[in-house]
């Protein structure tokens, strides 16, 4: 068994492998189809929130055949970070990035030679796919006498036109585990407007556009950049679509041969640009937001459709999450007026230490192993899917992998008596830190650590404390700062959140080391 931090897995696999006779050697070890949604809301299922306004019956369905979270986290309240987080199984702010996210033309952010979820599947004898947004760096060719990008080009305009669209990409989703790759380099507001397919473009970008930030509003547009003549924004949700499709068509015999495979299928929407296409607009009778949503519910059901059209169903372990919490960009305020929360009773949104920022949906269907129906208030957090499939497959990882990865398999398989998750590390946009810990979480900072008000230069004007302290089972809405009563858990936490940061993993095992040094309490940032 691997070393990871839930003991409760070897009673866990024991009870998968008597229920599965011979499923890690043989034929029946599962398919994984990880979906991946981009900044859909937690109140935006309709499972998840009875009230909402936006139908998703495809999703529904999904969770009334498995298990649906309700404790559920990204690590980070905005999408790089949480990818890297996804695929190593390892704290985003471990690496380089310390705050933000890449643009469409920054380098690779994951690390040469460390382990990814689908270079260990690959081992285990899957074949690994990716498919959609990858929006982890790629390693662009320069033209002759140009720069390279840097780091972070989101905002750099000089720089678009810099790369050689005709070379090979370097250091793209094929170096990193994924024997295909067919996608967008990043959200769909980012350049370079043109698909990928393994490590070229499929189309060279030749002209210069932009696209709507929301289809038939005013409002906005995309960055403007290398555009790939024909590429349209509101193609690219049922392209994704169609080639999840085709990709579960073809590898369907391989699979009932006895070689699974692993679809990690990260879909560009909602995010902007809100581009639902014409038989979706105004479906929803609420905002092209939620037409947006429904048509990512169609394309959800389209991949659920294929698995058991092939016959697949049955050994195809589904996972259904999104990268963090509903955008400001989707209207919130306009929503909520119309009676709908996309993010549920969770304060903030996408970008904020709060939980909106990262509480997310996460649904899992294996039908006869994973409990029908069933709804988990444990802790989990989509950092521990790596070692969730290692445990699945009763493998081993290496200690420099996956540092701060726990099982959650216990869960999965509906068993109450596993130990609660040790404590988990939240990350918002700005790069500030909080912890949760129990019921407790500490947030390092004095207002929101992203977009929603109080941000933080505002919380300290008004005289906020430093440090924000929820008890979240008896305040879940992160209203009541508890920092003034509880000093003992502030320093508890705080102490603890030091260890985790210093030790380059929160999991048993020898100490590992972080990319850059860890600034906590964002000193350098003033």
Same mark, same amino acid.
């Given at each position: 068994?691997?070393?990871?931090?839930?003991?409760?897995?070897?009673?866990?696999?024991?009870?998968?492998?008597?229920?599965?006779?011979?499923?890690?050697?043989?034929?029946?070890?599962?398919?994984?189809?990880?979906?991946?949604?981009?900044?859909?809301?937690?109140?935006?299922?309709?499972?998840?929130?009875?009230?909402?306004?936006?139908?998703?019956?495809?999703?529904?369905?999904?969770?009334?055949?498995?298990?649906?979270?309700?404790?559920?986290?990204?690590?980070?309240?905005?999408?790089?970070?949480?990818?890297?987080?996804?695929?190593?199984?390892?704290?985003? =702010?471990?690496?380089?990035?310390?705050?933000?996210?890449?643009?469409?033309?920054?380098?690779?952010?994951?690390?040469?030679?460390?382990?990814?979820?689908?270079?260990?599947?690959?081992?285990?004898?899957?074949?690994?796919?990716?498919?959609?947004?990858?929006?982890?760096?790629?390693? =662009?060719?320069?033209?002759?006498?140009?720069?390279?990008?840097?780091?972070?080009?989101?905002?750099?305009?000089?720089?678009? =036109?810099?790369?050689?669209?005709?070379?090979?990409?370097?250091?793209?989703?094929?170096?990193?585990?994924?024997?295909?790759?067919?996608?967008?380099?990043?959200?769909?507001?980012?350049?370079?407007?043109?698909?990928?397919?393994?490590?070229?473009?499929?189309?060279?970008?030749?002209?210069?556009?932009?696209?709507?930030?929301?289809?038939?509003?005013?409002?906005?547009?995309?960055?403007?950049?290398?555009?790939?003549?024909?590429?349209?924004?509101?193609?690219?949700?049922?392209?994704?679509?169609?080639?999840?499709?085709?990709?579960?068509?073809?590898?369907?015999?391989?699979?009932?041969?006895?070689?699974?495979?692993?679809?990690?299928?990260?879909?560009?929407?909602?995010?902007?640009?809100?581009?639902?296409?014409?038989?979706?607009?105004?479906?929803?009778?609420?905002?092209?937001?939620?037409?947006?949503?429904?048509?990512?519910?169609?394309?959800?059901?389209?991949?659920?459709?294929?698995?058991?059209?092939?016959?697949?169903?049955?050994?195809?372990?589904?996972?259904?999450?999104?990268?963090?919490?509903?955008?400001?960009?989707?209207?919130?305020?306009?929503?909520?007026?119309?009676?709908?929360?996309?993010?549920?009773?969770?304060?903030?949104?996408?970008?904020?230490?709060?939980?909106?920022?990262?509480?997310?949906?996460?649904?899992?269907?294996?039908?006869?192993?994973?409990?029908?129906?069933?709804?988990?208030?444990?802790?989990?957090?989509?950092?521990?899917?790596?070692?969730?499939?290692?445990?699945?497959?009763?493998?081993?990882?290496?200690?420099?992998?996956?540092?701060?990865?726990?099982?959650?398999?216990?869960?999965?398989?509906?068993?109450?008596?596993?130990?609660?998750?040790?404590?988990?590390?939240?990350?918002?946009?700005?790069?500030?830190?909080?912890?949760?810990?129990?019921?407790?979480?500490?947030?390092?900072?004095?207002?929101?650590?992203?977009?929603?008000?109080?941000?933080?230069?505002?919380?300290?004007?008004?005289?906020?404390?430093?440090?924000?302290?929820?008890?979240?089972?008896?305040?879940?809405?992160?209203?009541?700062?508890?920092?003034?009563?509880?000093?003992?858990?502030?320093?508890?936490?705080?102490?603890?959140?030091?260890?985790?940061?210093?030790?380059?993993?929160?999991?048993?095992?020898?100490?590992?080391?972080?990319?850059?040094?860890?600034?906590?309490?964002?000193?350098?940032?003033?």
């Amino acid at each position: 068994m691997n070393r990871r931090c839930l003991p409760a897995c070897l009673f866990a696999l024991g009870v998968l492998l008597s229920v599965v006779s011979g499923a890690v050697a043989g034929p029946l070890r599962p398919n994984i189809v990880l979906i991946l949604c981009d900044d859909l809301g937690y109140g935006d299922v309709k499972c998840n929130n009875p009230r909402g306004r936006i139908a998703t019956p495809h999703i529904d369905r999904l969770a009334a055949a498995g298990l649906r979270f309700t404790d559920a986290h990204t690590t980070s309240s905005v999408c790089t970070p949480t990818r890297y987080s996804l695929l190593t199984g390892r704290y985003n =702010w471990r690496s380089r990035l310390q705050q933000g996210v890449l643009g469409g033309l920054s380098p690779a952010l994951i690390e040469p030679g460390r382990l990814t979820v689908a270079a260990f599947l690959r081992q285990q004898g899957y074949h690994t796919a990716a498919l959609g947004k990858w929006h982890l760096g790629m390693d =662009w060719a320069p033209r002759a006498g140009k720069p390279a990008p840097e780091q972070n080009d989101i905002e750099k305009s000089n720089q678009v =036109w810099s790369v050689d669209f005709s070379k090979l990409i370097a250091r793209g989703p094929n170096s990193f585990g994924f024997e295909y790759y067919f996608g967008i380099s990043a959200s769909l507001d980012m350049v370079p407007y043109t698909f990928i397919e393994n490590d070229r473009v499929a189309v060279l970008p030749s002209i210069d556009r932009s696209f709507p930030m929301t289809e038939g509003r005013s409002g906005g547009q995309t960055r403007r950049g290398p555009a790939a003549a024909g590429f349209e924004a509101g193609e690219v949700l049922p392209t994704l679509a169609r080639r999840a499709v085709e990709y579960v068509a073809r590898q369907a015999a391989p699979a009932r041969a006895g070689q699974p495979f692993f679809l990690y299928l990260a879909l560009a929407s909602p995010h902007t640009p809100i581009a639902p296409t014409a038989p979706w607009r105004g479906k929803s009778g609420l905002s092209p937001y939620a037409d947006f949503v429904m048509e990512t519910d169609d394309a959800v059901g389209l991949v659920l459709e294929a698995l058991a059209r092939q016959g697949l169903e049955t050994n195809t372990f589904v996972f259904f999450t999104s990268d963090n919490g509903c955008s400001p960009a989707a209207n919130i305020v306009e929503l909520q007026a119309a009676g709908h929360q996309p993010n549920g009773p969770w304060r903030g949104h996408k970008a904020d230490i709060w939980e909106g920022g990262h509480r997310v949906p996460l649904i899992a269907r294996w039908p006869g192993r994973v409990p029908e129906g069933a709804v988990c208030d444990r802790l989990v957090s989509l950092v521990d899917v790596m070692a969730t499939c290692a445990d699945l497959l009763g493998a081993t990882l290496p200690e420099n992998a996956a540092e701060d990865s726990c099982s959650f398999l216990p869960s999965l398989l509906g068993q109450t008596n596993a130990p609660p998750r040790p404590a988990l590390v939240h990350h918002s946009i700005n790069g500030r830190f909080a912890i949760r810990d129990g019921p407790w979480k500490l947030a390092l900072c004095p207002g929101s650590g992203g977009w929603s008000a109080p941000r933080d230069p505002a919380a300290l004007k008004r005289g906020l404390p430093p440090v924000q302290l929820y008890n979240l089972t008896g305040d879940p809405a992160e209203t009541n700062n508890l920092q003034a009563r509880h000093p003992e858990v502030v320093g508890r936490l705080t102490r603890l959140l030091e260890e985790l940061a210093a030790r380059g993993r929160s999991t048993p095992g020898r100490p590992q080391t972080n990319a850059v040094p860890i600034d906590l309490w964002k000193k350098k940032a003033g």
